[in-house]
């Protein structure tokens, strides 16, 4: 798995955090932010959107994916997912983590990260790189990890 400097990781997350801000969740209220760090070092955010027919939703990994591809960008360093669930646990989804399949490595870091991130204008710059080396504030996995044994596009060669 890649490491990053902890600047980068740092922002990463603090755009997760932002776009969880903007997540359109009426009916569930589980609000869900993500953001791809891009081989250029553009950072996208993505946010869920929910609608009245459910089925019809988007979740957040997959409108930054969207995003970032719509605007010529398909190559990823990482990923982040936040929501306000105080343990870091939130993961892509299943249809996600195909999704993200298509486009990141098995080596590509996903942090996903608590409600309990210290963010605003509170908060130290200490606080918040303590923060990404709390397990129990920010979890890193490698995105083989959460999709094990994936079928990719390699598979169609």
Do not use: H, W
Request: glycine share 6%; aromatic share 8%; with cysteine.
């Amino acid at each position: 798995m890649s490491s990053l400097p902890a600047t980068q990781v740092k922002a990463l997350i603090l755009e997760a955090l932002k776009a969880r801000e903007f997540a359109y969740a009426p009916y569930s209220k589980f609000r869900v932010g993500a953001a791809l760090l891009a081989e250029d070092g553009t950072i996208i955010r993505g946010c869920n959107v929910e609608n009245a027919s459910y089925g019809a939703g988007i979740c957040a990994e997959r409108t930054a994916l969207t995003k970032a591809l719509s605007d010529g960008t398909s190559k990823f360093l990482a990923i982040a997912v936040s929501s306000d669930v105080p343990a870091p646990t939130t993961t892509p989804c299943g249809i996600c983590r195909q999704f993200i399949r298509e486009f990141c490595p098995e080596t590509t870091p996903v942090y996903m990260v608590s409600s309990a991130f210290p963010s605003g204008e509170m908060c130290s710059q200490d606080d918040v790189l303590a923060a990404i080396d709390d397990p129990k504030i920010v979890r890193k996995v490698s995105f083989g990890e959460l999709l094990p044994m994936s079928f990719g596009p390699e598979n169609l060669s």
